[in-house]
């Protein structure tokens, strides 16, 4: 079982940054491949970043590459979305999630199939 918190989430105004943290529970981290997703009212959760259980390769959708970049400490069971340049589209919630299928499979995973997950944080971007 692991259990993840997410916390960073806030109001920021267009090309702002922000941080988003992922803290997890239990002594496994670093056998999960973890990611960050987001959903809006009324839309499918969709793929944000992806990071490999060393952290040595990542996954970015088009609409963040160049803007966001996903890392993760071991050490501290903690994954990262550092958030640059926002525009009032990243506007959503923000949700971590963590699997044992590797960076391919997670990526390509229908969401809802994906092991655990965090509660969710609110990122809102105004213009």
């Known amino acids: 079982q692991v259990l993840l918190v997410e916390s960073g989430g806030g109001s920021v105004q267009d090309g702002g940054s922000l941080r988003l943290s992922c803290a997890a529970s239990?002594?496994?981290?670093?056998?999960?491949?973890m990611g960050w997703f987001r959903q809006t009212p009324g839309k499918e959760r969709e793929f944000v970043a992806i990071v490999s259980t060393s952290g040595r390769i990542t996954y970015y959708a088009d609409s963040v590459k160049g803007r966001f970049t996903i890392s993760r400490d071991n050490a501290k069971n903690t994954v990262y979305l550092q958030m640059n340049s926002l525009k009032p589209e990243d506007t959503a919630v923000y949700y971590c999630?963590?699997?044992?299928?590797?960076?391919?499979?997670?990526?390509?995973?229908?969401?809802?199939?994906?092991?655990?997950w965090g509660q969710g944080t609110q990122v809102t971007v105004s213009s």
């Open positions: 999630a963590a699997d044992r299928s590797g960076t391919q499979g997670m990526r390509l995973s229908e969401w809802r199939r994906l092991s655990y």
């Open positions: 239990g002594r496994t981290f670093d056998s999960y491949t």
